[in-house]
C-alpha cells in the first residue's frame, strides 16, 4: 500500500493551499481517510478525518478553514486549507485507516510565513 501526498509549500498568512493524497495498492476496505500534522518538537496530532459514512472530524482550530473531502471510488483524500496561519506550519501526513492496518503517506511540508 502506498499513499502519495502532494501539494504543500511555502505560503504567507491568508493565503490556501489544497493538498492531495492517493492510496493505491492492495488494501482491505478503507475506513477512515485524512489528514495529520506534526509542527517542530510537537507531537502528530489529527488536523480533518472522513470516516466511511462520510462525516468529518475536525481539529477545533481548523474548522471554518480547512475542508476535507474524499473520493470513495479513486481512494483519494484532499485537504482544502484556507485563511493559513503560522501556527499551520507543520509536516502533513496522509492516513489511511482500514480495519485491521493504519497508513501514513511519506508527509509534506506546509509553511505559512507570517
Known amino acids: 500500500v502506498q499513499l502519495q501526498a502532494s501539494g504543500g509549500g511555502l505560503v504567507q498568512a491568508g493565503d490556501s493551499l489544497r493538498l492531495s493524497c492517493a492510496a493505491s495498492?492492495?488494501?482491505?476496505?478503507?475506513?477512515?481517510m485524512g489528514w495529520y500534522r506534526q509542527a517542530p518538537g510537537k507531537q502528530r496530532e489529527m488536523v480533518a478525518v472522513?470516516?466511511?459514512?462520510?462525516?468529518?472530524l475536525y481539529k477545533d482550530s481548523v474548522k471554518g478553514r480547512f475542508v476535507a473531502s474524499r473520493d470513495n471510488a479513486k481512494n483519494t483524500v484532499s485537504l482544502q486549507m484556507d485563511s493559513l496561519r503560522p501556527e499551520d506550519t507543520a509536516v502533513y501526513y496522509c492516513?489511511?485507516?482500514?480495519?485491521?492496518?493504519?497508513?501514513w503517506g511519506q508527509g509534506t511540508l506546509v509553511t505559512v510565513s507570517s
Open positions: 492516513h489511511v485507516r482500514t480495519g485491521t492496518m493504519v497508513y
Open positions: 495498492g492492495r488494501f482491505a476496505s478503507i475506513l477512515a
Open positions: 472522513v470516516n466511511s459514512g462520510g462525516s468529518t
